[in-house]
Each structure stands twice: as C-alpha cells, then as structure tokens.
C-alpha cells in the first residue's frame, strides 16, 4: 500500500486534522489511527515496519491498509464539501433523496427550491437539473403533479439545457484555440496558424451569451487569440474582464 503513504505524505494540514478529527471520533476507527499515525511519521514506506508496530498479521495488517486508504478517501470527500460548492451542494440533494425515501415529501422540496434557488445563482448547471428532477419527482409521489407544474419545470430544465450546450460548444473552440496556440509557440511560428485562429474565433464576433461562465471561457478564447496575434493591449483587456 505505497499509494496510502505517499496519499498521506500529500495532505495539507488542514486535511490531516480534518481527517484526524473523523478517525477519532469513531471508537470503531482507533486502530485506523494508528495506522494513519505510523504512516504519517514514517518517512520511507516499509510494510514490515507497519506491521511490527502494530503487531498483527500480513493479511489483516493489508486489508486494514486497504481499508484506510478508502477511509481516508472518504473523509477527504467530506472536506472538500466544506469548501467546494458543488460538493456541498451535492451533499444538500442527498438529504433531500433521504427525506423523500422516508416520505418526508414536503420538507424534500422545501430543501430542494434551496438547493435550485442557490445552484442557478452559483451555475452549477448539473445539481439544478438533478434537483429538477428530485423536485419533479417529490410532486409526483405527494400527488400534487399537474400540468402547469410539469410545464414550468420542463421550462426551466430546457433553459439549463441551453447554457449547458453553450458551454460545451464555447469549449469546443477553447480546446481547438488552445490547440492552435500551443502549434504556433511549441511547434512553428507560422501565420498559417494565426488565421486559423481568427476563422475560428469568428463565430464570436457577436456573442449574446447566456450566463457568467459562457462569458468567462469566451474571454478565455479571446485572450488566447490576443496572444497568437501579439495583441497584448486586447489580451490585458479580455484578462481584465
């Protein structure tokens, strides 16, 4: 288990204590402490060296690195929940599938407006349309479905569905711009290069982009196109943006 080690060696501090803190609080967990402890302050890995301090047999001394590696996997998803929106977010609708599978149907949706509501501020265009569908479903189950209801949802499902397309056309043409940077600096400063940018990028000659992210990667695009073209005074303008 040399990927447990070197995974341990790589935790920033704040992750060890979170960690640390999950392991403790399970009296199930004190001998994965242990071994998290050992390992932690074991500068080289040496499986024997595990094995003698904590003096239990090759088999069950792997299955219980085995175990602590999915342990520590775990606990660092749960970290990254507390900082990373869309972890939390993802957190908050597996309430929300836990209280509908308990028939709390109303308290459900209550969490799942939030859960819409703050995805659609944040453009986590993937949770919205989960959340759409835990909602469609919370009507159906409490028997409360009805056509204007099935409309307005469906309404709202085929906007996400356009700014997600967006997206993916918008980085469609990042990865080809990039492509066409990289070939121009790593490979041949040929002009040739540069006009396959400008055709390229023409299709946002007039963008009318439909959320903050389409925006972010078309400045990305414009930014890359600026530097292929030595445009520094656009490039600063479009990184400003």
């Not at 023409?202 to 990667?217: A, F, M, T």
Request: hydrophobic share 30%; with cysteine; aromatic share 12%.
């Amino acid at each position: 288990m040399k990927k447990l080690h070197g995974l341990i060696h790589n935790l920033s501090q704040g992750e060890k204590r979170y960690v640390k803190i999950r392991l403790k609080g399970n009296k199930s967990s004190s001998l994965l402490n242990t071994y998290f402890d050992f390992i932690g302050k074991q500068k080289k890995y040496s499986f024997e060296g595990i094995q003698k301090h904590v003096g239990q047999s090759i088999k069950l001394t792997q299955s219980n690195l085995s175990l602590l590696f999915e342990v520590v996997l775990r606990h660092l998803r749960g970290h990254s929940s507390i900082k990373d929106v869309e972890y939390g977010l993802r957190g908050d609708l597996s309430s929300v599938k836990t209280l509908k599978d308990k028939g709390f149907f109303i308290e459900a949706k209550s969490q799942c407006k939030k859960i819409i509501q703050k995805a659609k501020y944040l453009e986590e265009f993937e949770i919205v349309k989960s959340a759409y569908k835990e909602y469609w479903n919370l009507y159906l189950l409490n028997g409360e479905l009805d056509d204007e209801i099935n409309e307005n949802i469906q309404n709202e499902l085929n906007i996400v569905c356009d700014k997600e397309k967006e997206i993916l056309d918008l980085e469609e043409l990042y990865r080809t711009v990039t492509t066409l940077y990289y070939n121009y600096f790593f490979k041949k400063r040929d002009v040739h290069y540069q006009n396959l940018v400008k055709q390229v990028t023409k299709v946002l000659d007039e963008p009318n982009l439909l959320s903050d992210k389409s925006w972010h990667v078309f400045y990305e695009i414009r930014s890359i196109e600026s530097v292929v073209n030595n445009d520094l005074e656009s490039h600063y303008k479009y990184r400003k943006k």
